[in-house]
């Protein structure tokens, strides 16, 4: 017998595969009348825009060809978008792949990565794929404004002489939680330049928040700033797989020596490309969540649970010591959430904000099951 862990290079073996979650495919087949409410995702309920969905239809004919490996028209679309240039640019199979490849370029063994506890859990497995050390920086207390959310000061702390890259998301996806745009100046302004610090804004289309702002705004006074977006979450392209990284155009070109060189599918470049243009679409998807998470917020609240502030397009609830019992009668019942017990949140439930359909299904169930447990 081949020990294949043993083969496997010093950072691999340590490592657990990412854990999407349930498996929604086998849920879908046994699923009761009506189908499932799917809130365990991220993904926008609203679809994509039906340009995105034409613009696919106009590439179809074109699919037994290469797909263009400089994705020259959607980098050309976002570097108008943001005031950058395409050189600036990096596209990826959805921003996951670029996050792991920060690592796997930037970062090895003897070299130290920094992430905060319950940032996204992508960045501690680059690192650790990376072959180099986690270091995990504690995170806001859960009495704070921004219960479990970054906290920069203590970032600032774990960075050493050894610290490559350092991970954080702004706002952070399990918390929902954010934070402002001058905190974030301010904590740039001390970060060492030799340190890389990705800014990962997979949900920063549905902010509202007056004291947010993008981290784009600093990339021409920091060099070692990269941002990374994605089309999976306010687009709703999450099964296409685009997302992309804006950053030093030098930091770019040592990037592209690693991509793969179609990395991004004809269909994908076409329909983000679309997506990007139908800001009516986007805008109307933006409030639409805006709306459906204030609701949903209170209406969790009301039923005495405890909501964290977000400003994204999902909850961070508290259910305490019957969490796992509640998750598994909401599966039951057909409503899938995320459990959290992989981020060491076990009396958490993430739960992404549906249609106001969903939301109604998912509150009926759950007072069904909550109503049980009190009798
Ligand atoms: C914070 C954050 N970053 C990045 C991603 C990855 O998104 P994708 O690979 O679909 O672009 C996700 C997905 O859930 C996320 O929550």
Redesign the pocket.
Known sequence: MIDFVALASVGIRGLRAYDPGHDLVALRRMAPPGGLVELGS?ESPYGASPKAKQAIAAVLDGIHIYPDPLGGDLKRALAQQHGVHTAQILLGN????L?MQFAQVFAGAGDEVVASQYG?A?YALAAQAAGATLRLAPALPKDHAMPRGHDLDALLAAITPHTKLLYL?NP??PTGTWYGREAFAAFLAQVPSHVLVVV?E??AEFVDAPDYASALGLLSQYPNLIV?H?F?KAYAL?GL?V?YAIAHAECIAVMERVRESFNVNALGLAAAEAALGDTAYLAQTVAANAVQRQVLASALRARGLTVSPSQTNFLLVEFGARTAAIEAALVARGVILRPMGGYGLGECLRITVGTETENTRLLAALDEILEKGRA
């Open positions: 991220n959805g921003s996951h792949e996050l996204f992508v998301a952070n996806n990962d997979a949900y990374t994605t999976s999450a797989r997302g």
